[in-house]
């Protein structure tokens, strides 16, 4: 299976699974950290009213969302990368258009246009360099949230930042909700200021990771 096939099925099973309610979790909780099934990675638990965990994994990939009463929303997916297509993640070219494809083929139809044929990224950038490259967007999914509007009773658009790296042998995709029950915004209203605490946001939730 290569990586692109390997990917879509991930993603796949990883919306299946996010009506589930995680009933029970594949990984652990302990003394304030979610690890990871495949021991790949370790998360600081956020503080937040009705967080909750939803979890689910196999052999070579999974996904882990933390939501919580207010509509925000935090995701790790994760994937690992196949020995025979290591090579293309030590090249800045090969490596970008890696994290493209794992948004535009496989994120968005998949994940996102499942819930609303009319989702679009509306930010994109590439960040840092070599090891520390990074592929930062920001999607639109209209009526994608979590948080119903009480006026009308339709969900509210989810406008989300997404931070995809790889790290030692795994590709990742990080999830940060912009527009939740304290904090509504749209594609229309969102500003350069908002883009760029989301960016920090996804960054620090980067950085609060352990990698094994």
């Keep these: 299976m290569n990586t692109s096939h390997r990917i879509f099925v991930y993603l796949l099973l990883n919306l299946m699974v996010i009506s589930c309610a995680g009933i029970s979790i594949k990984g652990k909780v302990e003394d304030g950290h979610y690890y990871s099934p495949l021991n790949n990675f370790s998360v600081p638990l956020r503080k937040a009213m009705g967080l909750r965990i939803q979890d689910q994994n196999d052999a070579d990939g999974g996904r882990v969302s933390?939501?919580?009463?207010?509509?925000?929303?935090?995701?790790?997916t994760y994937v690992r990368i196949p020995a025979a297509d290591s090579a293309m993640f030590t090249a800045t070219e090969?490596?970008?258009?890696?994290?493209?494809?794992?948004?535009?083929?496989?994120?968005?139809?998949?994940?996102?246009?499942?819930?609303?044929?009319?989702?679009?990224?509306?930010?994109?950038?590439?960040?840092?360099?070599?090891?520390?490259?990074?592929?930062?967007?920001?999607?639109?999914?209209?009526?994608?949230?979590?948080?119903?509007?009480?006026?009308?009773?339709?969900?509210?658009?989810?406008?989300?930042?997404?931070?995809i790296f790889d790290k030692k042998g795994f590709i990742y995709m990080l999830e940060s909700e912009m527009s939740y029950a304290v904090n509504p915004i749209t594609a229309a209203s969102n500003t350069s200021k908002q883009i760029g605490r989301t960016l920090t946001t996804l960054q620090n939730l980067k950085d609060s990771m352990i990698f094994k």
């Design 94 to 163: 090969t490596r970008d258009q890696a994290y493209r494809t794992f948004i535009s083929e496989y994120a968005m139809p998949v994940l996102f246009r499942s819930v609303s044929n009319e989702a679009e990224i509306i930010h994109e950038e590439f960040l840092g360099e070599s090891s520390s490259r990074n592929y930062f967007a920001i999607v639109n999914i209209p009526n994608g949230s979590v948080t119903v509007d009480v006026k009308t009773n339709k969900r509210l658009d989810s406008v989300r930042g997404l931070l």
């Design 66 to 76: 933390f939501p919580d009463d207010w509509g925000y929303l935090e995701a790790i």
